[in-house]
C-alpha cells in the first residue's frame, strides 16, 4: 500500500467540524521576524513532504515538479544558506498544497452567486509551523485531504479516466439511428467498443457487429450510470452520453474534486443531501440512507443553488406567494391573456400586493412545503405535476426543489415528534386545510451540492449532466 493511500485512508479519522463562511478568507501574513522563530524542517520530514506533494496530481492537485526538483537539490547543498532557501521553498509549497486540500485555490470573487457552498477558512501556514513544532507533520498530512469516503473513491477514479485519457481516450459512436437488439453493422462494433472502455465486463467476440442480448445488458449498465431511463436501446440520450470524450469526463472529476474540497469536514448524521445534477435527494439517519427520492430542479435559466442550511418548519397545506419575477413574467401574462383563469388556478392578490396562489390540489406547492431559510429563497416542496419525475431530465422549476416523496419526507422529519405520528399526518393532509405550520423539535441540516461525477462503493463511475455549465465555469476559473 502506497504512503498517499495510508494518508488518506487516515484522513476519514477524527476530524471535527467547522462552520461554513460566507466567502473563504485569505491567510493572515506572518508578523515581521517571524521566520526565525519557525521550527526547523528535519531531513525526513522534508523526505515525507517531497513525496506527499508529488503524489498530489493524483487528487488533481498538480504539483509544480520542476520547483520541487530545485527544493530537493537545494536540501542536498553542502552550503547551509542553500538548504535554509530550500527549506522555505518546501514550506510555501506545503502550505500552498494544505490550502489546495482545502478548497482555498479558487479566489472569492471567482465564485459565482449560486456556489454558496464555500470552503471554510484554514490557517494553512499556522497549522504547518504547529505540525512541524508538535511532531505531528505526518498526521497533519493525513488530515489534509476530505475524509469521505466518496471523495477517496472519486480519486482512484481520476486515476482511471486520466489513463484512459492519456491512452488516446474511446472511440464515438457515429451518428445514425437509435440502436436496439437485432440491429447489426459497424456502428454496432463501435457501440461495442466505445462500451469496453469504461466497463471491463461488455462482451466482445466473434460477433462484434450484432446487437445482441450481452450487448443490451451493457447498454443498460452504461444508462444506469449515466442517470438515464435503462431500456437497453442506443437513442439519442445515451450516445450523446457515450460521445463525451474521455477528457470531458476527466474534466468533470476534477470539478467534482475541487468541490469536496468546499464541503464542511463534518457533516451531520441526520441531515438530508440533495444532489442538483442528479436532480435527486437522500435523506440520512445516524449517517445512513433512510429514505431516497427524486426531485425537479432549477432549469438552466433559474439554476437551483448549493448552499447549507436547516429545515425548520413543515408547512401542510400552504400557499404559494408568488415571487415578483414569475409573476410579472409568467402569472400574470396568463391572467391577462385567459378567461378565469386567475378564479380557476385559485390566484388572489393580497392587501400589500402579493400574488398568491391558495392552499388547493392545484397549487405549486402540492400538500407540503419544507421550509428552510436561506439567501436564496428557495425550499424543498410537493408539487401537482407528478409526471415530471418520470423523466431523465428534471431541470425544470424555477430554483425551489420539488420532491416526489413529500408525505415520506415529512414523516421521517418528524419522526421523533410524539404530537406528530404518522396517522396525524394522514388525517391532517386528508383534509382541505387550514394551513398548518408544524416546527421541528431539532432543525435537520440540509446540503445542496452539485456532484456531476458518482463513485459507488464497487468503483463503478457515474456521470450526470453538466446542466448549468458549472464544471465548465470552475475548472476555468481555477
Not at 443553488?305 to 400552504?318: G, Q
Not at 400574488?355 to 406547492?365: F, I, M, V
Not at 418528524?414 to 386545510?433: N, T, Y
Request: some cysteine; overall charge positive; proline content about 10%.
Amino acid at each position: 500500500m502506497s504512503l498517499r493511500v495510508i494518508l488518506m485512508a487516515a484522513a476519514a479519522l477524527g476530524l471535527a467540524g467547522a462552520p461554513l463562511p460566507a466567502q473563504p478568507q485569505s491567510q493572515p501574513k506572518a508578523p515581521p521576524g517571524a521566520t526565525a522563530a519557525r521550527p526547523a524542517i528535519a531531513p525526513d520530514q522534508a523526505a515525507l513532504i517531497l513525496r506527499t506533494l508529488r503524489a498530489a496530481g493524483g487528487e488533481a492537485i498538480e504539483p509544480d515538479a520542476p520547483e520541487l526538483d530545485r527544493i530537493q537539490a537545494l536540501l542536498a547543498s553542502p552550503d547551509p544558506a542553500r538548504r535554509q532557501d530550500g527549506a522555505e521553498r518546501l514550506r510555501r509549497q506545503a502550505i500552498a498544497y494544505a490550502r489546495a486540500e482545502h478548497g482555498l485555490r479558487l479566489a472569492p470573487g471567482k465564485f459565482l452567486r449560486a456556489w454558496g457552498l464555500r470552503p471554510a477558512p484554514y490557517d494553512a501556514a499556522g497549522e504547518f509551523d504547529r505540525a512541524l513544532a508538535d511532531g505531528r507533520l505526518t498526521a497533519w498530512l493525513a488530515a489534509q485531504p476530505p475524509p469521505f469516503a466518496a471523495y477517496r473513491r472519486l480519486v482512484l477514479a481520476y486515476g482511471r479516466y486520466r489513463e484512459i485519457s492519456a491512452q488516446g481516450g474511446w472511440p464515438k459512436v457515429p451518428a445514425g439511428p437509435s440502436l436496439r437488439p437485432g440491429a447489426e453493422g459497424p456502428r454496432v462494433a463501435a457501440l461495442r467498443r466505445r462500451l469496453a472502455a469504461e466497463d471491463g465486463t461488455a462482451p466482445s467476440g466473434p460477433q462484434a457487429e450484432a446487437f445482441d442480448e450481452g450487448l443490451a445488458q451493457a447498454v443498460m449498465r452504461a444508462q444506469a450510470r449515466y442517470g438515464l431511463t435503462t431500456d437497453g436501446v442506443a437513442g439519442p440520450a445515451t450516445l450523446a452520453a457515450l460521445n463525451v470524450t474521455a477528457d470531458e469526463r476527466l474534466m468533470q472529476i476534477r470539478a467534482n474534486l475541487e468541490r469536496w474540497r468546499w464541503v464542511p469536514r463534518y457533516l451531520s448524521p441526520d441531515r438530508v443531501e440533495v444532489n442538483i445534477a442528479a436532480a435527486m435527494a437522500v435523506e440520512y439517519e445516524a449517517g445512513a440512507p433512510a429514505l431516497t427520492t427524486r426531485l425537479v430542479v432549477g432549469r438552466p435559466s433559474w439554476p437551483t443553488p448549493s448552499f447549507r442550511d436547516a429545515i425548520e418548519s413543515i408547512v401542510f397545506h400552504p400557499p404559494w406567494n408568488v415571487p415578483p419575477s414569475i409573476a410579472a413574467k409568467e402569472v400574470w401574462p396568463k391572467i391577462r391573456r385567459i378567461p378565469g383563469y386567475m378564479k380557476r388556478e385559485r390566484f388572489v392578490v393580497r392587501p400589500n400586493g402579493q400574488l398568491q396562489q391558495l392552499p388547493g390540489p392545484k397549487s405549486a406547492l402540492g400538500l407540503v412545503k419544507f421550509n428552510l431559510p436561506n439567501p436564496y429563497g428557495v425550499y424543498l416542496h410537493d408539487t401537482p405535476s407528478k409526471s415530471l419525475f418520470a423523466k431523465d431530465f428534471r431541470a425544470q422549476s424555477h430554483g425551489c426543489m420539488r420532491v416526489e416523496k413529500p408525505v415520506e419526507l415529512a414523516k421521517r422529519l418528524l419522526r421523533d415528534d410524539p404530537a406528530w405520528p404518522e396517522s396525524r399526518i394522514d388525517e391532517v393532509l386528508a383534509s382541505d386545510g387550514p394551513t398548518l405550520e408544524v416546527r421541528l423539535t431539532r432543525p435537520v441540516p440540509v446540503y445542496v451540492f452539485y456532484w456531476t461525477v458518482l463513485s459507488d462503493e464497487q468503483g463503478q463511475v457515474g456521470f450526470r449532466q453538466d446542466v448549468y455549465g458549472w464544471d465548465k465555469r470552475l475548472m476555468a476559473a481555477l
